[in-house]
């Protein structure tokens, strides 16, 4: 027995390493390892070096309904919901494996990850509570988060219809400056990011079609 609450031990830390190292709250390693505060606490200044951040969690849906989180939200829990079924795995490992899977997938299109791992926790959570839904697009036939309840008919995502405001950011207005004095041939200090976030996002949508054309 002695020999087993060692091994369980030994896992636990493992993967409360493995959570830290990829941007995990305390309240997330709290929740999720049995772990004691303290030691959490002292494990996440050894990998940080720093203390953990203070504050509370997300505690709404509505930030996964804007326009960006959306669809990166969206991505993250179709991934999520093969890993789950399929898988074979606890919902904690299964929210990991998705999220690399999500940052791999980012990083393939020359994007930046815009879901944190305690978002994507949070949003498996607001799920697993039926608070959120996912609704089919009518137009490219993705699945989507959306509000638990909302109408599915007629339903039409992110992806197919932008909001006017789209890519219309300081970020974005910073990026086209970089890529006009990059024209002129002075090189840009930052990699080259497209202004026009609602033409780059339809690139990812036949991806996220094929991830949940079997359901769960």
């Known amino acids: 027995m002695a020999s087993k609450s060692v091994l369980l031990e030994v896992r636990e830390i493992t993967l409360a390493i493995e959570l830290i190292e990829l941007g995990a709250r305390l309240q997330l390693l709290e929740a999720e390892t049995s772990l004691s505060r303290?030691?959490?606490?002292?494990?996440?200044?050894e990998l940080?070096?720093?203390?953990?951040?203070?504050?509370?969690?997300?505690?709404?849906?509505?930030?996964?309904?804007?326009?960006?989180?959306?669809?990166h939200s969206s991505l993250f829990y179709n991934i999520y919901r093969f890993m789950a079924g399929h898988g074979?795995?606890?919902?904690?490992?299964?929210?990991v494996k998705s999220y690399r899977l999500y940052l791999e997938h980012v990083q393939l299109h020359d994007d930046e990850p815009?879901?944190?791992?305690?978002?994507?926790?949070?949003?498996?959570?607001?799920?697993?509570?039926?608070?959120?839904?996912?609704?089919?697009?009518?137009?490219?036939?993705?699945?989507?988060?959306a509000h638990a309840h909302d109408p599915?008919?007629?339903?039409?995502?992110?992806?197919?219809?932008?909001?006017?405001?789209?890519?219309k950011t300081k970020k974005a207005a910073q990026t086209r400056a970089e890529r006009q004095i990059a024209v002129a041939g002075v090189p840009a200090e930052v990699p080259q990011v497209t202004d026009a976030r609602?033409?780059?996002a339809r690139c990812p949508a036949p991806t996220l079609d094929t991830l949940v054309t079997a359901e769960v």
Request: glycine share 10%.
């Open 114 to 145: 815009v879901l944190s791992l305690t978002r994507a926790w949070t949003l498996v959570r607001f799920f697993d509570s039926g608070m959120l839904q996912i609704s089919a697009c009518r137009r490219c036939g993705g699945h989507f988060v």
């Open 88 to 95: 074979g795995c606890r919902a904690i490992e299964s929210i």
């Open 198 to 200: 609602a033409h780059e």
């Open 48 to 71: 940080k070096g720093v203390s953990p951040p203070k504050g509370m969690l997300p505690f709404s849906t509505d930030w996964f309904m804007t326009w960006q989180p959306n669809f």
């Open 152 to 167: 599915q008919h007629g339903f039409v995502c992110g992806l197919c219809q932008p909001p006017s405001r789209a890519g």
């Open 38 to 45: 303290d030691r959490l606490v002292k494990l996440y200044k």
